[in-house]
């Protein structure tokens, strides 16, 4: 792989930023993920300043105060200072749903789509799940593990540093677990933090269309637990909707990874409605799309820690009328996250400012909701909320700094990077042709 391997964090020098303009730390007392009026809390200081020393954020606050802080006085000549006047600081991105272990876009789909072609007709023309499925299990891993890192270094271009990444376009014992080390390997050369998820619940793949069960089986018997022992993945997903595994098939894949000591996550409601309750007893980290939501189950998701993901990317990238029931969902005080859902099928990008302005403008979630959802609640969604989404000391030094004076600009502009720097556990990448200022 091309790029160095990441640094230790407690090699790195400490880092400050001062005069920062809006430093949202997204601190707030209450416990568990952020649900209803608490969604739109975002800790706001301004003028601003944030120490981080050996990868971890030491103290967050007033610009004077960090300056009259005695070890400050004393080290200050041997600190990396970034002077963000002018400036918006937030949490780096928590992008808790992507598919980065593909290996090319799905230019074919994208024409046959815009012509009006259906999924079917698309699939006969080569396109479709199928396509990236053969590029995947041909592919060498270290050609997928550099698909997988050039993925993670767009999205941190764009403030995230943070990624749950899934494998799921190899659907065979070897190329499932193929997908996750090339996920590892990647990981392993990105300062961010990566959640590996094990997706071979996908789509059922070819040679399995007569026998679906046969393909749950080798899920349940081989992909889980091998996955489960080389520690290459910490959740287990399952596509649980029309045309995918049924909630049968789920509950099946689902006990299996809790006896593999793995937790749950799933794609449901996205084409139809997914009956809910039966998967609730597995306690999954986050339930992901949630188009076509039951409004009974509503209720009863406002009463757990269950996280609804929500994607609107692949809303847009189809061209769909309809978005999730964000507004529905937050009001009723189910958590929401928001999430790229990064694949080269329904949702081709890396950029999380882009998700925040869908969820403004198409989901009518205001800012400081879409900014919680996708800081502090991605972090519950992937169980890193001891680590990730929130400025305070003790946390994982995760920052984006954008070119902005107001964070309400974040997700105003779309279709522009604004994001200027990204500091990764402790490690700070400039973008690529921005006049750096540091
Ligand atoms: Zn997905």
Same mark, same amino acid.
């Given at each position: 792989?091309?790029?160095?391997?990441?640094?230790?964090?407690?090699? +790195?020098s400490p880092l400050l930023l001062v005069h920062i303009n809006q430093l949202l730390t997204l601190c707030?007392?209450?416990?568990?993920?952020?649900?209803?009026?608490?969604?739109?809390?975002?800790?706001?200081?301004?003028?601003?300043?944030?120490?981080?020393?050996?990868?971890?954020?030491?103290?967050? /606050?007033?610009?004077?105060?960090?300056?009259?802080?005695?070890?400050?006085?004393?080290?200050?000549?041997?600190?990396?200072?970034?002077?963000?006047?002018?400036? %918006?600081?937030?949490?780096?991105?928590?992008?808790?749903?992507?598919?980065?272990?593909?290996?090319?876009?799905?230019? %074919?789909?994208?024409?046959?789509?815009?012509?009006?072609?259906?999924?079917?007709?698309?699939?006969?023309?080569?396109?479709?799940?199928?396509?990236?499925?053969?590029?995947?299990?041909?592919?060498?891993?270290?050609?997928?593990?550099?698909?997988? +890192?050039?993925?993670?270094?767009?999205?941190?271009?764009?403030?995230?540093?943070? %990624?749950?990444?899934?494998?799921?376009?190899?659907?065979?014992?070897?190329?499932?677990? $193929?997908?996750?080390?090339?996920?590892?390997?990647?990981?392993?050369?990105?300062?961010?933090?990566?959640?590996? #998820?094990?997706?071979?619940?996908?789509?059922?793949?070819?040679?399995?269309?007569?026998?679906? &069960? $046969?393909?749950?089986?080798?899920?349940?018997?081989?992909?889980?637990? &091998?996955?489960?022992?080389?520690?290459?993945?910490?959740?287990?997903?399952?596509?649980?909707?029309?045309? =995918?595994?049924?909630?049968?098939? #789920?509950?099946?894949?689902?006990?299996? =990874?809790?006896?593999?000591?793995?937790?749950?996550?799933?794609?449901?409601? &996205?084409?139809?409605?997914?009956?809910?309750?039966?998967?609730?007893?597995?306690?999954?980290?986050?339930?992901?799309?949630?188009?076509?939501?039951?409004? @009974?189950?509503?209720?009863?998701?406002?009463?757990?820690? #269950?996280?609804?993901?929500?994607?609107?990317?692949?809303?847009?990238?189809?061209?769909?009328?309809?978005?999730?029931?964000?507004?529905?969902?937050?009001?009723? /005080?189910?958590?929401?996250?928001?999430?790229?859902?990064?694949?080269?099928?329904?949702?081709?990008?890396?950029?999380?400012?882009?998700?925040?302005?869908?969820?403004?403008?198409?989901?009518?979630?205001?800012?400081?909701?879409?900014?919680?959802?996708?800081?502090?609640?991605?972090?519950?969604?992937?169980?890193?909320?001891?680590?990730?989404?929130?400025?305070?000391?003790?946390?994982?030094? @995760?920052?984006?700094?954008?070119?902005?004076?107001?964070?309400?600009?974040?997700?105003?502009?779309?279709?522009?990077?604004?994001?200027?720097?990204?500091?990764?556990?402790?490690?700070?990448?400039?973008?690529?042709?921005?006049?750096?200022?540091?």
């Amino acid at each position: 792989m091309s790029p160095s391997k990441k640094v230790d964090p407690r090699l +790195l020098s400490p880092l400050l930023l001062v005069h920062i303009n809006q430093l949202l730390t997204l601190c707030s007392n209450k416990p568990g993920p952020r649900r209803a009026a608490a969604l739109k809390e975002l800790g706001v200081i301004e003028d601003a300043a944030v120490l981080c020393i050996g990868g971890k954020i030491v103290s967050a /606050g007033k610009t004077k105060d960090a300056l009259s802080d005695p070890w400050l006085k004393k080290n200050r000549s041997k600190v990396t200072e970034i002077d963000c006047a002018g400036k %918006v600081v937030l949490p780096g991105f928590v992008d808790s749903h992507t598919h980065p272990a593909f290996i090319s876009p799905r230019l %074919v789909d994208f024409e046959k789509r815009i012509a009006g072609a259906t999924y079917e007709e698309i699939a006969e023309a080569g396109g479709g799940i199928r396509s990236s499925v053969e590029a995947v299990r041909r592919a060498e891993k270290k050609h997928l593990a550099e698909k997988v +890192l050039s993925g993670l270094q767009e999205m941190s271009a764009h403030g995230t540093t943070t %990624v749950e990444a899934k494998s799921g376009y190899g659907l065979s014992l070897e190329s499932e677990i $193929k997908s996750l080390e090339a996920i590892r390997d990647a990981a392993n050369h990105w300062p961010g933090t990566v959640v590996p #998820t094990l997706l071979g619940a996908h789509v059922v793949p070819k040679e399995f269309k007569k026998n679906p &069960q $046969k393909y749950v089986d080798v899920i349940c018997q081989q992909m889980i637990p &091998q996955a489960a022992k080389r520690k290459l993945a910490k959740f287990v997903d399952v596509f649980c909707d029309k045309g =995918a595994f049924t909630a049968e098939d #789920t509950e099946r894949i689902f006990a299996a =990874a809790t006896k593999n000591g793995l937790a749950v996550r799933v794609h449901v409601c &996205q084409l139809s409605e997914t009956v809910l309750w039966p998967l609730l007893r597995f306690h999954p980290a986050s339930f992901d799309h949630m188009d076509h939501v039951n409004d @009974d189950d509503i209720p009863q998701l406002a009463k757990r820690d #269950t996280v609804a993901t929500l994607v609107p990317g692949a809303n847009y990238f189809l061209g769909l009328k309809n978005y999730p029931p964000a507004r529905r969902l937050i009001d009723a /005080g189910v958590p929401v996250a928001l999430a790229t859902d990064y694949n080269p099928g329904s949702s081709p990008t890396p950029a999380m400012p882009f998700v925040l302005s869908l969820a403004c403008t198409h989901m009518k979630m205001s800012p400081e909701e879409a900014i919680a959802a996708a800081t502090m609640n991605g972090a519950w969604s992937v169980g890193l909320q001891d680590r990730k989404g929130s400025i305070e000391p003790g946390k994982d030094a @995760d920052l984006a700094i954008f070119d902005a004076k107001d964070y309400r600009e974040i997700p105003y502009w779309f279709g522009v990077n604004r994001c200027e720097v990204t500091v990764l556990n402790g490690e700070k990448i400039g973008r690529g042709n921005s006049p750096a200022k540091i």
